[in-house]
Structure formats: structure tokens, C-alpha cells
């Protein structure tokens, strides 16, 4: 709707109204769940953010500068007292793990959405409301992998499952590349 009747440009407004109900929330959290002395590191988070939405960029600057906010980050969280990430974190098996498949996850799923969306406006003529009415029909099997996944793990493990996970991604990314 909003990119029917207000844009493309509107889409980003989305996030406002989340925030502040974020920040609303943040502020009636019960005593016990915060942590007394601690402080938020907002360097940190100001540095890892703007160098993350660097990568997206296609530039060799912005390459470059995001490297170095990166490496900057690097160094900060081993020096600060209260770091936005706990340096430990990074020489965990465990850790490493988990956010390279979330990375490969993201990797191959975001474009397999764009992909689809622009299938549905480019290719088949809807208008982005009509489209994002069917979206849900391509997250079914989202949702059938959340139901059947745990079983699937118990009976095959979880390295087969991710593997057999990522290989059904990327036929249906490549189903949806061809048509």
C-alpha cells in the first residue's frame, strides 16, 4: 500500500513507528531485567551500523571505509569496558557457527525474496500491493520447515538438515531465476 499510493520511498518510514514503540518498551522493562552499571555502547553500535550499511554500497570507497570502521570496531570492543560485543564471543566454535549460517541464511534468501516480488510486479504485471497479498504464498514453506524441521534434525542430525535446507533454497532460487 504504501509503495502503491506513496511511493517507493515510503517504505522507509516503516521503521519509524517500530522504533519509537521499541524505545517506548525499552523504557517499561521491568527492574530485574536491566543491569545495573552497565551502560550501552553507543560508539560501538553507531560504528558497526555505519559500517555494515557500507557494504551494501557499490563502491570501492565505501568498501574500503567500512573495513576500516570494522577494524576500528575491532578494537574498540577489546578496550572498552562495557563493549557492545563481548570480544570472547568471536573464539567461540559454537558463535562463529551459527552467524555464518544466519549470514549464508540471509545471503540466500534476501535476493530469492527480491527476486520474488519483482517476478510478480515485472513479470507478471501486479501492482506491489497485489503482490505483497500473494508474498505470503512463498513463505509457506518457511513455515512448513519450522514445523517439520526439529523432527527432521532428530532423524538425519543437524548437519544433513542444514545441508539438505540450503540445497532446496537454492533450487528454489534457481527455479524462480529460469522462470
Partial sequence: ??????????????????????IA????????????????????ALMITVA?????????ASLVVAAALIALFAWHI???????????????RAVAGA???AALLTAATTPAMYLA?????MVRGLAPAQAALLFPVFNVGVVAGSLVG?????????????????????????LLAFS
Avoid: C, E, K
Fill in 99 to 101: 552467524n555464518l549460517t
Fill in 117 to 121: 516480488m519483482f517476478h510478480l510486479q
Fill in 1 to 22: 500500500l504504501f509503495t502503491d499510493y506513496l511511493g517507493w520511498p515510503a517504505i522507509f518510514w516503516i521503521n519509524v513507528p517500530i522504533g519509537l514503540v521499541a
Fill in 150 to 174: 526439529p523432527r527432521v534434525i532428530r532423524l538425519a542430525g543437524h548437519r544433513r538438515t542444514a545441508v539438505a535446507g540450503f540445497a532446496l533454497i537454492a533450487a528454489g532460487v534457481g
Fill in 78 to 92: 577489546r578496550r572498552d569496558a562495557d563493549p557492545l560485543v563481548p570480544p570472547r564471543l568471536f573464539g567461540s
Fill in 25 to 44: 518498551g525499552a523504557r517499561v522493562l521491568p527492574r530485574g531485567s536491566r543491569h545495573p552499571g552497565r551502560r550501552i555502547d553507543v560508539f560501538g
Fill in 52 to 60: 555494515l550499511g557500507l557494504l551494501v554500497q557499490v563502491s570501492w
